[in-house]
């Protein structure tokens, strides 16, 4: 089926006519069809992407199916963040990142369902119901981003866009078997994305393989004058560095001795070995405390959160803010008690001290590292429904990606381990200094082509 392509392929195969996009959306729709009701990934389908995507064959992205997360605005196409707040709501401009896309000649085929406002990592807080994993549709596919995530895996799409505060693109990467690369912060433009936390959010690509993920960065990394904290400076082509030699590349391995993650690490410090093979040199490093990044992340994003929501109101939006879910109600509160007088010293500004704290260390590690890595889950996907009662669940979950995206640095996610009782995935998170996504392509490509815990590889 040809639904199941990659990205890097499906391009090849469509500017060679091997194939047509009439036989690649009649795939793709099928897949939809079948599953879509019962997996619920997908908020809204564009009927017109067919006849968009002909027009598109003399373009880099050739007119190929992109799944964006529904906190992306697309100009008059409902944009809801999954919630009930926006269900009506749509934009009458483009972000940039979908802007972008569609220059490159990218379809948006449709909008996906994640958590409400990006709040979980589930995908089990949306307005308009919970996504289930297509690996093993018992489990939750994670989130934030966790629609694009399950639209990968179900290959009910041949690439997706996602978008991480902490852990939001990596984590339902890691929980769906697939690629997910957080750019660093300022690298791609937020404009016209739902803030959650200004200071985090971080737009980037979930995909079939490493390449993919590099093909789709091209196309929407750069500096935008629209957005205030987007970078100047130049991205590179991440497709140059696919392929290139890891020998010499001094890894660092981090949070070894993390409570709860010592299956995710046995089986870590098994595949490592296959960089070592590869002439890379891996060791164990000393890193803070992820521990202590539940806490800074947890007051710093409520904060932003209280601030970014306090914009919805039913004047511009018709629902007014008692559509608000319990989620956003309860990080809208305690943000506003962290920021409030007598308190912000005792909290907010706390938060900020330690998570300097981190940016130093992590500093400190990469004057001897060239890249770290760690798990980017503790676990595997769990059962629908265990975020009940759990105020804390994503924070607890993406706890080994936090430390990264408080310190506004990027991370890729791929798989390293299938466990073959249940058809789930762990993920290996790889860290880089700032403005070194290449690094990542590098290592991470090297890991992917040496192994076979990729799908798609295998299929190719």
């Not at 009701?37 to 002909?54: G, M, Q």
């Not at 999954?82 to 009458?92: A, D, G, H, R």
Request: with cysteine; charged share 25%.
């Amino acid at each position: 089926m040809l639904n199941e392509l990659t990205l890097a392929q499906t391009i090849k195969d469509l500017k060679n006519k091997k194939i047509s996009h009439k036989e690649l959306y009649a795939d793709i729709n099928k897949a939809i069809e079948k599953d879509n009701k019962n997996l619920n990934i997908y908020l809204s389908l564009d009927e017109k992407a067919l006849e968009k995507a002909e027009k598109l064959l003399n373009t880099p992205l050739a007119g190929v199916p992109i799944a964006v997360k529904d906190n992306f605005c697309t100009y008059n196409t409902l944009t809801t963040a999954s919630s009930k707040v926006l269900e009506n709501f749509k934009p009458q401009f483009e972000s940039t990142v979908t802007k972008r896309l569609q220059n490159a000649g990218g379809v948006i085929i449709g909008k996906t369902n994640m958590d409400a406002w990006a709040h979980g990592s589930s995908t089990e807080t949306s307005d308009f119901g919970r996504t289930l994993n297509p690996r093993n549709p018992e489990h939750l596919p994670g989130g934030s981003s966790g629609g694009s995530a399950a639209a990968i895996a179900a290959d009910m799409t041949i690439g997706a866009i996602g978008s991480e505060t902490a852990g939001s693109i990596r984590q339902p990467a890691a929980w769906c078997g697939v690629v997910g690369l957080k750019p660093t912060y300022g690298r791609v433009s937020r404009y016209g994305v739902a803030s959650m936390a200004s200071s985090t959010d971080s737009p980037g690509p979930i995909t079939k393989t490493v390449e993919d993920a590099a093909i789709i960065f091209n196309a929407i990394a750069g500096h935008d004058p629209l957005d205030g904290t987007s970078s100047a400076q130049t991205p590179p082509d991440l497709t140059k560095y696919l392929g290139t030699s890891v020998k010499g590349l001094k890894i660092g391995v981090i949070y070894q001795d993390i409570k709860g993650v010592e299956f995710a690490n046995e089986k870590l410090m098994e595949q490592l070995k296959v960089f070592e093979k590869l002439g890379a040199t891996v060791e164990k490093a000393d890193a803070m405390d992820p521990h202590h990044a539940i806490g800074v992340y947890t007051v710093v994003q409520r904060a932003e959160v209280s601030s970014n929501l306090a914009r919805y109101s039913g004047v511009r939006y018709k629902n007014d803010r008692s559509f608000f879910g319990d989620e956003a109600k309860r990080r809208q509160m305690l943000g506003t008690y962290t920021l409030s007088k007598g308190y912000a010293e005792k909290y907010y500004e706390l938060a900020q001290k330690v998570r300097t704290m981190f940016i130093e260390d992590l500093k400190r590690l990469f004057k001897e590292y060239d890249v770290l890595i760690a798990p980017t889950s503790p676990v595997l996907a769990k059962k629908i429904g265990a975020t009940e009662g759990e105020a804390m669940f994503g924070e607890l979950e993406d706890m080994l990606v936090e430390a990264s995206s408080i310190a506004g640095l990027p991370g890729i996610n791929i798989p390293y381990y299938h466990d073959k009782e249940t058809n789930l995935f762990l993920g290996m998170d790889i860290i880089a200094p700032m403005w070194r996504e290449d690094l990542l392509i590098q290592a991470a490509d090297a890991f992917e082509k040496n192994t076979d815990w990729n799908t798609w590889r295998k299929k190719s």
